[in-house]
């Protein structure tokens, strides 16, 4: 009790506040979400996410090389083609844009680790994460075309694969289908509780990925629901995930936190392009210090339980640490 206790005694030095800090932020664990558009010949700033990019095949792969020269040395990726089509052909076509991204990487950048980001719906002319009957979307007939697209993306070179689609089964028909091809070495991080957000808005743009009707709703949870995200985490993890995933990250502080505590696999949180986008505005106003707000930021996700952050700050964070 006060005065024997003084709790400002440890935060007058600052050599002793760093001693004894309870959490850090490593670049190890910084993950950069990139993207690919295919036919592109500029790389083009996207608008609701200033500093982020729609790369073309040759500047995707100088942006890699910075990324590991800086100290990032794992990317995920979004490939945006130039053809759509009902069944998103483009997703598992072994000359896809983010095949051939993945095949450019690995051979300019070889040690940087390539994850594979897998989903319809950058491919489908609909928008959705699927395969589509009238304005259902079918779960069964759709894990056939993850799987392909998983296994595509290895043989393309990826180190990782992490499905985004929210389908039932997925992870275990995922691994199953790379091991069928001999990739048992593969993990998977699966984007397991990925809520219906509002803040995946700039990526959509970005992406070109917003569905042409309804929403994502039938597929992603509902943002209200805590106990549906530990059984979509405890269900992936029986299926066979390395890792798992929870996704938006600041609004969702609790399900990491409980996510953590509920499993002793690692935590990766994707802190999204509205949460990034957020940042920006204010910051560009002069309305907040946007290097400490994106650090406190990357600190409470880490906080919360996540080991792992997929994050657009990653390649401004590998600079602010060192
Ligand atoms: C594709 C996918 C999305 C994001 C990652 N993978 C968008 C969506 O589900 O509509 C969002 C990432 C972000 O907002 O930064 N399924
Ligand atoms: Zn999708």
Request: include cysteine; aromatic fraction near 6%; proline fraction near 4%.
């Amino acid at each position: 009790m006060f005065p024997t206790t003084r709790m400002r005694r440890l935060r007058e030095h600052s050599v002793v506040r760093d001693m004894v800090r309870e959490t850090r932020i490593s670049v190890d664990g910084l993950v950069a979400p990139l993207f690919v558009v295919e036919g592109a010949t500029a790389r083009e700033e996207i608008r609701s996410m200033p500093g982020q990019y729609r790369h073309t095949l040759a500047s995707l792969v100088d942006h890699c090389k910075m990324l590991w020269d800086l100290g990032v040395k794992s990317v995920i990726l979004f490939g945006i083609p130039e053809v759509k089509d009902a069944v998103g052909t483009g997703a598992y076509a072994a000359d896809g844009i983010v095949q051939k991204a993945m095949t450019a990487i690995k051979k300019a950048v070889p040690q940087l680790l390539v994850i594979g980001d897998v989903c319809m719906c950058e491919y489908t002319s609909h928008g959705h994460c699927g395969i589509i009957e009238g304005e259902r979307l079918l779960n069964d007939p759709t894990l056939d075309l993850l799987v392909k697209t998983a296994v595509s993306q290895v043989e393309a070179g990826a180190d990782m694969i992490a499905p985004s689609d929210m389908m039932d089964g997925r992870i275990g028909a995922i691994r199953e289908g790379l091991d069928d091809k001999g990739f048992t070495h593969i993990p998977i991080m699966s984007y397991a509780a990925k809520f219906a957000s509002a803040y995946y808005g700039p990526f959509r743009d970005a992406a070109d990925s917003a569905p042409a009707f309804g929403d994502r709703s039938s597929y992603q949870m509902d943002p209200a629901c805590i106990n549906q995200a530990l059984m979509e985490v405890e269900l992936d993890i029986e299926e066979g995930a390395d890792i798992v995933m929870v996704k938006p990250a600041l609004p969702y502080l609790d399900v990491i936190r409980a996510v953590r505590e509920t499993t002793l696999k690692p935590v990766a949180a994707y802190n999204v392009s509205g949460e990034f986008a957020m940042i920006k505005a204010a910051a560009a106003n002069g309305w907040i210090d946007e290097k400490r707000v994106a650090l406190e930021t990357l600190l409470s996700i880490t906080r919360a339980g996540a080991s792992i952050i997929l994050t657009y700050y990653a390649e401004d964070a590998a600079r602010w640490l060192k």
